[in-house]
């Protein structure tokens, strides 16, 4: 229950190319849904974050789209440029608890 | 100016010997952690203080033992070290209290235990 399922686990895009990123959760206790993004020799740095109140946001080419009732979210990178190559992680949170659950990673490259 | 950092960043060490890493971060929070990242990118917190008291201890060998001296500062000591400590650790902070759940991480400390 305490598990965020994310896929796939690499990615290839070409550049201009939409990058769509994946995950599931069990636990409706969650109520923060951030996304992490971590470039190879760096710390993961926080991207955008959703909470279970709104069914998407929008952070320049960064969208999140989440789905309560089928207790899945994903990332959505509008034109993909080669600088957005990188890791990414989504994550779970309960309010309270202090605690992150992190995906599996996706690891993206995009194309020139 | 450098929000959560972490010192060293590179660790090489050899089986059986102990190892300290620091973690200090300026932003005035509440909370800290840390995280191992293994081979395969997979992140795991493996503990929290809020306020100077742990808050999160999970299933982590006692090998492992974290001080927080101050809300600044968490540090991470790990005796007798195995070649699986071989990881990449994370320190993060992040304001709980009044505050959001944003977490903000270091760079990370790459130890290779030989």
């Known amino acids: 229950q305490q598990q965020v399922k994310q896929s796939p686990q690499s990615l290839i895009v070409q550049k201009g190319g939409i990058s769509i990123i994946n995950c599931a959760y069990e636990?409706?206790?969650?109520?923060?849904f951030p996304w992490y993004q971590q470039f190879p020799g760096k710390g993961p740095a926080l991207l955008i974050a959703?909470?279970?109140?709104?069914s998407e946001k929008k952070e320049g080419r960064f969208t999140i789209s989440f789905n309560k009732s089928a207790k899945q979210f994903s990332l959505h990178i509008m034109d993909s440029q080669p600088g957005d190559s990188a890791t990414y992680f989504c994550?779970?949170?309960?309010?309270?608890?202090?605690?992150?659950?992190f995906g599996t990673g996706t690891r993206l490259k995009v194309l020139a | 100016d450098t929000a959560v950092s972490q010192t060293p960043k590179y660790l090489v060490t050899q089986m059986g010997n102990d190892k300290s890493i620091k973690c200090e971060q300026n932003?005035?929070?509440?909370?800290m952690y840390w995280y191992k990242q293994d081979s395969k990118k997979f992140l795991k917190i493996m503990f929290s203080?809020?306020?100077?008291?742990?808050?999160i201890n999970e299933t982590v060998p006692n090998r492992f033992s974290p001080k927080s001296p101050d809300k600044a500062h968490l540090n991470l000591h790990i005796n007798s070290l195995e070649l699986g400590d071989s990881a990449v650790y994370f320190c993060?902070?992040?304001?709980?209290?009044?505050?959001?759940?944003?977490?903000?991480f270091g760079p990370g400390t790459r130890l290779t235990v030989t």
């Open positions: 993060a902070s992040s304001q709980v209290r009044g505050g959001s759940y944003e977490q903000y």
């Open positions: 636990n409706t206790a969650f109520d923060y």
């Open positions: 959703i909470r279970p109140d709104v």
């Open positions: 994550a779970a949170s309960i309010q309270g608890t202090y605690k992150y659950i």
């Open positions: 932003l005035g929070h509440d909370t």
């Open positions: 203080y809020n306020n100077k008291e742990l808050i």
